[in-house]
């Protein structure tokens, strides 16, 4: 089992930066995909970036893409998402999120594929 605790959420402007962080404890961190997820009152929980086992692979929504930058430190048992060009738009609570990997390169999109998560972190973005 996985215990993930989100940090680094806040009040920006838009235009502003702000990075994420994810500590993990319990099982070792590096045989577990990580994705970073969002969401905003009244919308569904959605996928924000992903990054693989190995951390040798990411993927991004379309809506983040070129903006955001997710990372992974296997050996501090720490990812983090770091945030440029915020938009009033990506207000959210964002949580991490931890899924099993047999594969290096694995990176799932769905959060029903994730088992662990964190307990979440605002991020509110004013225009």
């Known amino acids: 089992q996985v215990q993930l605790v989100e940090s680094g959420g806040g009040l920006v402007q838009a235009g502003d930066s702000l990075t994420l962080s994810c500590a993990a404890s319990?099982?070792?961190?590096?045989?577990?995909?990580m994705g970073w997820f969002r969401q905003a009152p009244g919308k569904e929980r959605e996928f924000v970036a992903g990054?693989?086992?190995?951390?040798?692979?990411?993927h991004y929504a379309d809506s983040v893409k070129g903006r955001f930058t997710i990372s992974r430190d296997n050996a501090k048992n720490t990812g983090s998402l770091q945030m440029n060009s915020l938009k009033p738009e990506d207000a959210a609570v964002y949580y991490c999120a931890a899924a099993p990997s047999y594969s290096t390169s694995y990176i799932p999109l769905s959060g029903a594929d994730y088992h662990y998560w964190g307990q979440g972190t605002q991020v509110t973005v004013s225009s």
């Open positions: 319990g099982r070792t961190f590096s045989i577990y995909a």
């Open positions: 990054i693989s086992r190995s951390g040798g692979s990411t």
